[in-house]
């Protein structure tokens, strides 16, 4: 069985930068597709990324596109998301999920001065 834990998150500026881990357990992560998600009170959950475990592609929406990047690290079975340029909507919990049925526990995520 997958299992996913979720990290990294915190209190940040705007403008600043943030790096959320998926770290799993159980199974190879490289096995699986992996996309993460965020949801903000009062909000629906929104997709923002994924990343490919055919070929390493990476999807992002346009919300996000050119402020964050998801990227792999197979030796340590973790996908991470950097986060760059925060804006304050961008305060959410932040969860990554694995072939659209393991999910992590969720990091949250706040920007603001």
């Known amino acids: 069985q997958l299992q996913l834990v979720d990290s990294g998150g915190g209190l940040v500026q705007p403008g600043g930068s943030l790096r959320l881990s998926c770290t799993a357990s159980g199974r190879r992560l490289d096995d699986y597709d992996v996309g993460w998600f965020r949801r903000a009170p009062g909000n629906e959950r929104e997709r923002l990324g994924c990343?490919?475990?055919?070929?390493?592609?990476?999807y992002y929406a346009n919300s996000v596109k050119g402020r964050f990047t998801i990227s792999r690290d197979n030796a340590k079975n973790t996908v991470y998301l950097q986060m760059n340029t925060l804006k304050p909507e961008d305060t959410a919990v932040y969860y990554c999920?694995?072939?659209?049925?393991?999910w992590g526990q969720g990091t949250q995520v706040t920007v603001s001065s």
């Open positions: 990343i490919s475990s055919d070929d390493g592609s990476t």
């Open positions: 999920n694995a072939n659209s049925a393991y």
